[in-house]
Structures are given as structure tokens and as C-alpha cells.
């Protein structure tokens, strides 16, 4: 259990840092890809609804510490994508090739109208033309890339077995 927690914070810690640093200089059409939302899918998949939760806290909150947003801004979002990923892998095929596809849409466009909101009440940002340059962008970007990611980082992930133990 111990190397599955140290594993999934490493990585956070390494997400976090990717999403800061590395992916707003990879922008295609205005969208990029997720990597918060992408590391907490697939440990919500793999692990289920409580380490989803857990995943998206630490990682939630080290982006909103870290990157200077309000804090709650990520981590909420994430809180609830990985609690609800992790409570439908339950009841889903989760190795099935199309699962992360459809969780990384609906996780992308949950994350980013929960950002869009919480934008617009704070900051007053213009919904429709961020909703039209980055929202579209970004879903179709973490719905095309998250089944790769989720191939990648299942061969880092230690097995459930040893989360058990």
C-alpha cells in the first residue's frame, strides 16, 4: 500500500509540474492536455472511488497552491472526478479500450465547465469564447490522449494486489 501511495504522489508532484511548466507551451487550437485530470482518471480506474478522491485532493490542491489559482479551483473538480470514476469502475469493464476514452471526455468537460464557472463568478470571464477556444479544444485533446496515458501509467502503478497488502 505504502508503494502505491508513494508511487500516485510522486506522480502528482510530476503532474502538477507538467501542467504548470510543460503544457501551456503545447497549445493546440487553444486546448492542451490535462494531466491532472488525466493522473486522477486513471488512478481512480485502477484503484477505485476512494484512492480517486484522495488522488484528486493531493493533486487538486498542490495545483491550486502551486500554480497561484484560488484554492479550490482544481482541487474540487478533481475531488469529484475521481470519486466518481472510481465509484463507476465498479460497475464498468475498466481495461476495455473505450473506458478511458469516455472517461476522459466527461472528466475533461467536467473539470473545465467547473473551471469555467467558478471563473466566471471570481473573475468575470466571458463564457462563450472561452467556452468556443479552449473548452472544445481541450476535450477532444484529453479524449484522444488519455487512453495512451492510461496504457502508460498502468505499467507505473503498482499492481492492486500490493495496494491491499
Do not use: Q
Not at 8 to 32: D, E, N
Not at 54 to 74: E, H
Not at 142 to 153: D, E, R
Amino acid at each position: 500500500m505504502m508503494k502505491a501511495i508513494t508511487v500516485v504522489a510522486v506522480l502528482g508532484i510530476l503532474a502538477v509540474v507538467l501542467h504548470g511548466t510543460v503544457m501551456p507551451h503545447l497549445a493546440i487550437f487553444g486546448g492542451r492536455f490535462n494531466v491532472l485530470v488525466a493522473l486522477v482518471s486513471v488512478v481512480a480506474l485502477y484503484y477505485g472511488a476512494l484512492a480517486g478522491f484522495m488522488a484528486g485532493l493531493w493533486v487538486g490542491l498542490l495545483a491550486d497552491i502551486t500554480l497561484g489559482t484560488v484554492i479550490g479551483m482544481a482541487a474540487l473538480p478533481l475531488v469529484l472526478i475521481g470519486y466518481v470514476a472510481g465509484y463507476a469502475a465498479r460497475y464498468i469493464y475498466s481495461d476495455a479500450f473505450l473506458v478511458p476514452v469516455v472517461v476522459g471526455f466527461i472528466g475533461t468537460a467536467s473539470f473545465e465547465v467547473a473551471v469555467l464557472l467558478f471563473s466566471n463568478v471570481a473573475f468575470a470571464v466571458w463564457w462563450r469564447h472561452a467556452f468556443l477556444t479552449v473548452f472544445i479544444p481541450t476535450v477532444l485533446i484529453n479524449g484522444a490522449l488519455l487512453p495512451w496515458v492510461h496504457l502508460c501509467l498502468v505499467r507505473w502503478l503498482p499492481g492492486r494486489r500490493e495496494e491491499v497488502n
